[in-house]
T-cell receptor, first 112, second 112 residues
């Protein structure tokens, strides 16, 4: 069925290294993708988004890449810091819809 | 400060009792949402509302009810018909379709 899924449930990186979190989606009609960060016991926070007419978007220390050919989304975090430790969700909005579909999340651990 | 507020943060109820979770936003957003999050899982949509006095079922609406009498408020009632109500509940709002959602800090409901 349709889903937004993540390849890895956990990711452990050394402080200062770059992190890459991957996400696959199955609905080629999706036109808007969002990455959220969720710290323990809190609600998700918006990190960055990308629309289907783009293949790359950069923010502060973060970059999202969209490959529509293979329906793959990734979040790159540069110079990962201890404060980046959290669960990261990719989310997908269907065309004209309110139903945002969330993946299961990847937990990022940053080792000092 | 503009934002979205959920209360209470923790809630304990006996099995068979209805309970209402509060969600208020002062962002002037038209759309509001309720999600449920279980441990190690993503967010699943319970109900959403595009505008005042209108709401739609999400993917897991059974055992829940909502109302949207005011633009800034979208309370969720967990009824005794919900078979497994213990979970983390997240409320969100967005300005329009296919824009980022802003989340509250969540309510952790425990039914004993």
């Amino acid at each position: 069925g349709e889903s937004v899924g993540l390849h890895l449930p956990t990711l452990s990186v050394q402080e200062g290294d770059n992190s890459i979190i991957n996400c696959a989606y199955s609905n080629s009609a999706s036109d808007y993708f969002i990455w959220y960060k969720q710290e323990s016991g809190k609600g998700p926070q918006f990190i960055i988004d990308i629309r289907s007419n783009m293949d790359k978007r950069q923010g502060q220390r973060v970059t999202v890449l969209l490959n529509k050919t293979v329906k793959h989304l990734s979040l790159q975090i540069a110079a990962t810091q201890p404060g980046d430790s959290a669960v990261y969700f990719c989310a997908e909005n269907r065309v004209g819809g309110f139903k945002t579909i969330f993946g299961a999340g990847t937990r990022l651990f940053v080792k000092a | 400060d503009g934002g979205i507020t959920q209360s209470p943060k923790y809630l304990f109820r006996k099995e068979g009792q209805n309970v209402t979770l509060s969600c208020e936003q002062n962002l002037n957003h038209d759309a509001m949402y309720w999600y449920r999050q279980d441990p190690g899982q993503g967010l699943r949509l319970i109900y959403y509302s595009q505008i005042v006095n209108d709401f739609q079922k999400g993917d897991i609406a059974e055992g829940y009810s909502v109302s949207r009498e005011k633009k800034e408020s979208f309370p969720l009632t967990v009824t005794s018909a919900q078979k497994n109500p213990t979970a983390f509940y997240l409320c969100a709002s967005s300005a329009q379709v296919n824009t980022e959602a802003f989340f509250g800090q969540g309510t952790r409901l425990t039914v004993v």
